[in-house]
Nanobody
Framework: QVQFAESGGGLVQFGGSLRLSCQASGMNLDFHGLGWFRQAPGKEREAVSC????????YYGNSVKGRCTISRVTANNTVYLQLDNLNAGDTAVYYC????????????WGNGSLVGVSS
C-alpha cells in the first residue's frame, strides 16, 4: 500500500516562498516519478511540476515556470517543491502524486496540503 507523508502547507504572505515535501513509501519509484497537482476553489486540477525518479528530468507548468524548483532525494523517496514570489493564484490544495507518465497516468494520490497566500 502506497502512503504519502506531505508537509509544508499553510498560510504564506504574498511575495513569499513555500517549500512542500512529500515522501512516498510502499512503492518502487524506478521508471516512475513524483510530482504535484493543485486545485484552487472553483477551478480544475492543474499539473504544477514533476520529476522523473530515475532520470531526474523535470517539468513545470506555465503558471509556475521561472519561480518553481522541484528536487528529489532518491534515498528516502522524497520530493521537494520550492515555489517563490507567491501570488493569490497560488492559493490551492496541493496534491502529491506518483506517476507513470505525466500528467495523464497517475498511479497514486496523496491527501493534499492546503496553501493560502495572504496579502
Amino acid at each position: 500500500q502506497v502512503q504519502f507523508a506531505e508537509s509544508g502547507g499553510g498560510l504564506v504572505q504574498f511575495g513569499g516562498s513555500l517549500r512542500l515535501s512529500c515522501q512516498a513509501s510502499g512503492m518502487n519509484l524506478d521508471f516512475h516519478g513524483l510530482g504535484w497537482f493543485r486545485q484552487a476553489p472553483g477551478k480544475e486540477r492543474e499539473a504544477v511540476s514533476c520529476i522523473g525518479w530515475t532520470s531526474g528530468s523535470s517539468y513545470y507548468g506555465n503558471s509556475v515556470k521561472g519561480r518553481c524548483t522541484i528536487s528529489r532525494v532518491t534515498a528516502n523517496n522524497t520530493v521537494y517543491l520550492q515555489l517563490d514570489n507567491l501570488n493569490a493564484g497560488d492559493t490551492a490544495v496541493y496534491y502529491c502524486a506518483t506517476f507513470s507518465a505525466w500528467p495523464g497516468a497517475i498511479d497514486h494520490w496523496g491527501n493534499g496540503s492546503l496553501v493560502g497566500v495572504s496579502s
